[in-house]
């Protein structure tokens, strides 16, 4: 039973809500079935069972929700195996003494030299793998190795390295390379067009929201470029996370992310300015492209970093009381980009906890509830035009989350008393200040 569908038990007639992912995979969230394969294979390897290891490595990578991982064995005795990573599959196939993955990643009419470079100077940033092209000209990623040099902690690294590659760099050569045909997308499962049409109309209408307050709002662009840069990183993750987008549209939020915070000599109004640059090109681009980005695929590997709940509160502990200036001074679209920047970065950035995950996405549908109900869901948390909230079923949310996590979570609890409901801002700040305080310290 889904979280909503929990939630709502208790109304008639049941409320059934719509299937909409948000966010990118994490493989931090394990059963603890697939940690106990992780150590059977670790101790098949050392015993140099290495078949037998290569099964429970598979068997630990598998997320029975998302159906990602086959295994199987032939007459021969050889292990093959399947997994998929977003728009891509990866094949393979070991043996007593060997075992080989690779990744089709599109398919060249003709040669051509540009993308032939580009494919040659990616190499150089692969640690396990390799770019080539096989006999009928298909660009191709390739990982193989010795089992006695295969454990499983390089083949998990080494398919990690396939895996992302394979699927990043399919969209991005064929938005750039029109001599290139896609390939091997049977796994994928186009959204429903109102889901498209629901994320295309929120990336533009967001992005243009943002861009008239940088140019007619009242705060000084100049003089006060902070406020700008949490406008341009709050609408950069909230995207993210909202619009779960592919290929070239999470490319260019990934870059907008890179840019701003690279170690170079530009300065905040300088970045902003390259910021907003790279905003007006993903308003203008067509949105026939867009759309071909808009499925949803399976995923076996996360690509950010676990972290544990003191993380979260440093966060908020560095940026919450920034807001305060903005709210005091009258900027507040700039006030509630700071928690929403903070939710927003945390979830870019780090694999939380579950219950921080849980409550980060309440904080999304509360904040965002005109979008979510555009994607078809039926809640009550606010009301943006009388600018009024469902206490009660903010706290049955909230309530819900520690529920569902209170068999790894037992000390789950939410001060309910410091929630403000004045305003959107307020409440924001507080909703932050409730989570920040929580003991989400794992059941011994």
């Known amino acids: 039973m889904s979280f909503f569908s929990r939630l709502f038990s208790n109304s008639t007639p049941k409320i059934e809500q719509p299937a909409v992912r948000f966010g990118r995979y994490s493989d931090s969230y394990k059963e603890a079935d697939n940690y106990l394969a992780w150590e059977e294979a670790l101790q098949k390897y050392e015993a140099e069972d290495y078949l037998a290891s290569y099964v429970a490595f598979f068997r630990y990578l598998r997320d029975d929700r998302e159906d990602n991982v086959k295994c199987w064995e032939d007459e021969a005795g050889k292990i093959h195996f399947e997994l998929y ?28 030299i540009n993308f032939m470079r580009q494919l040659i100077e990616r190499n150089f940033d692969l640690n396990y793998s390799r770019f080539g092209l096989d006999d009928d000209n298909n660009i191709t990623i390739i990982f193989d190795t010795y089992t006695l040099d295969g454990s499983p902690y390089k083949l998990y690294y080494a398919l990690k390295e396939i895996a992302t590659n394979a699927d990043k760099q399919d969209d991005l050569l064929l938005e750039e390379f029109k001599v290139l045909q896609p390939i091997e997308s049977t796994h994928l499962q186009e959204l429903p067009e109102p889901e498209k049409e629901a994320k295309y109309n929120y990336l533009q209408q967001e992005i243009q929201k943002v861009l008239d307050e940088i140019d007619t709002g009242k705060l000084n662009r100049e003089q006060y470029p902070g406020g700008i840069a949490y406008l341009l990183l709050d609408l950069t993750y909230r995207l993210d996370y909202l619009i779960k987008p592919e290929g070239f549209t999470m490319e260019a939020l990934e870059r907008i992310h890179r840019l701003y915070f690279a170690k170079d000599e530009k300065t905040i109004p300088q970045k902003n300015q390259v910021l907003i640059k790279e905003f007006r090109k993903l308003l203008e681009r067509p949105k026939a492209d867009f759309f071909r980005e808009m499925y949803q695929g399976k995923a076996t590997f996360g690509i950010i970093a676990p ?76 009301d943006a035009e009388k600018n009024t909230f469902n206490k009660k079923n903010i706290r049955r949310a909230i309530e819900q989350i520690v529920e569902d996590n209170r068999d790894k979570y037992n000390r789950l609890s939410p001060a309910f008393n410091v929630l403000r409901y004045d305003s959107m801002v307020e409440f924001s700040k507080s909703y932050l200040l409730m989570l920040r305080n929580l003991d989400v310290t794992k059941t011994d």
Do not use: C
Request: charged share 25%; aromatic share 16%.
């Open 85 to 112: 990573q977003g728009s891509k599959k990866i094949v393979g196939v070991g043996d007593e003494k060997h075992l080989r993955a690779e990744a089709r990643i599109a398919r060249s009419n003709e040669l051509n």
């Open 307 to 382: 972290v544990n709940h003191d993380r979260i509160a440093s966060v908020i502990d560095g940026e919450l009381n920034n807001m305060d200036w903005y709210r005091d001074n009258g900027y507040t679209r700039i006030a509630q980009a700071i928690p929403g920047y903070i939710v927003g970065f945390s979830i870019f950035n780090y694999a939380v906890l579950k219950p921080d995950k849980d409550l980060f996405h309440l904080y999304f549908q509360i904040v965002e509830s005109d979008y979510f109900q555009s994607l078809g869901f039926e809640f009550d948390f606010y």
